[in-house]
Structure formats: C-alpha cells, structure tokens
T-cell receptor, first 110, second 114 residues
Framework: GIQVEQSPPDLILQEGANSTLRCNFS?????LQWFHQNPWGQLINLFY???GTKQNGRLSATTVATERYSLLYISSSQTTDSGVYFC????????????FGTGTRLQVTL | AAGVIQSPRHLIKEKRETATLKCYPI?????VYWYQQGPGQDPQFLIS???????DKGSIPDRFSAQQFSDYHSELNMSSLELGDSALYFC?????????????FGPGTRLTVT
C-alpha cells in the first residue's frame, strides 16, 4: 500500500515563530488532507489539497503532486496551535479510505 | 454549518461486553467512514458505506460489524470487547464515494475497555 511519511516527528516552537511541516507519499494520490488533532483528541479539517496552494488565515498548504509531497506552513504560531498534525491521502486504488501519516507533534510555548 | 455527530462521546465497557457507536453524517452526505485510533497511533481505516451498501473494508476485526441505515446514519457494533479495543473511534462523511471528495470527521467516541 501507499506509504505516508511526515517530518519532523516532533517540533517545539516559541509563540510567534513560523514552521513548515512536510508530508511525503510514495504514489500518486487523488486526495490529500491536513488535520490538526487537538489535545482533546478532536480531528480538525485544515485543508483538502490534492494539488496547488491554499491559505486560511495563518495557515497555508502546498501540494506538489508530481513530486509527491505536501507542505503545511504555520505562521505566527500560538499556543492553541499545539497538538498533532496529520496528513492523509487517498487514491483510486483504495476506493475511498484515507491513509494517515504518523503525524508531527507540535508544542508551542510562551 | 452542520457537522458530523457521534454518540456517545465517551464509553466505558468491561471485557467481553458489547458496544454500539452511532454516527450521523452531514446532511446530504451519502458516504460514511469509520476509523480507529489507538493510543499514540495514527487513525486506521475500518470500513465505509456508500448509499447504505458496504463500500470498502480495512482491518476490521470479525467481532465488529457496521451498517448504514435508510437515513444514512451508521452504527458500529463491537462484541466480545478486548482491552486492545480501547481507542478513539472516528466517523467521517463525504458528499459521495471515492477519493475526490473531502472527508469531514466527527468529534470521535472514546472507548475504554476495562
């Protein structure tokens, strides 16, 4: 099956800093989503981005499908950004399921 | 905007008991997915339904069964519970089947088996 790798696995930032999270995948995909899992366990949809670039406030994402990677940018980080960030991919070979990466655990400190 | 609803949000069961988790998709979404997330792990796909028929199946134990009803809500039934079934169970919905549709996740049900 498809492999999804995320880096870095852990990241500690001071409030106000910027960061870039990376997601590499081993095959062509038709769906790529970024999620934030908050400390209470909820999975929050951030972006649906199988290709191209999107921005939502302090967050933006870019997927380069031909090179099989996606980047999530967090600017001016806040303590509420803490949690685990997952990318997940889907492709026609698996009908509809999402395969998740192992996540990046982000801690934003004061 | 309406979101995916899951109930209950927390559930505590003893070994060998049964549990039923419910999922109410976003209105006009006809596809439902179930995922299991063990402690410290990433979510793993269990099963999906499209128009009330099973669409895709992942590593779902034989002790688990699921279905989608005429109003598109779905239930995950878990029998002979084991300690290893303790996990977060997410339901997601999308407007239709296939990888070209965004999946929207519910808040999850935290199942603890003692």
């Amino acid at each position: 099956g498809i492999q999804v790798e995320q880096s870095p696995p852990d990241l500690i930032l001071q409030e106000g800093a910027n960061s870039t999270l990376r997601c590499n995948f081993s095959d062509s995909v038709n769906n790529l989503q970024w999620f934030h899992q908050n400390p209470w366990g909820q999975l929050i949809n951030l972006f649906y981005i199988p290709s191209g670039t999107k921005q939502n406030g302090r967050l933006s994402a870019t997927t380069v499908a031909t090179e099989r990677y996606s980047l999530l940018y967090i600017s001016s980080s806040q303590t509420t950004d803490s949690g685990v960030y997952f990318c997940a991919v889907g492709y026609t070979g698996t009908a509809s399921k999402l395969t998740f990466g192992t996540g990046t655990r982000l801690q934003v400190t004061l | 905007a309406a979101g995916v609803i899951q109930s209950p949000r927390h559930l505590i069961k003893e070994k060998r008991e049964t549990a039923t988790l419910k999922c109410y998709p976003i209105p006009r979404h006809d596809t439902v997915y179930w995922y299991q997330q063990g402690p410290g792990q990433d979510p793993q796909f269990l099963i999906s339904f499209y128009e009330k028929m099973q669409s895709d199946k992942g590593s779902i134990p034989d002790r688990f069964s699921a279905q989608q009803f005429s109003d598109y809500h779905s239930e995950l039934n878990m029998s002979s519970l084991e300690l290893g079934d303790s996990a977060l169970y997410f339901c997601a919905s999308s407007p239709s089947r296939g990888p070209f549709y965004e999946q929207y996740f519910g808040p999850g049900t935290r199942l603890t088996v003692t």
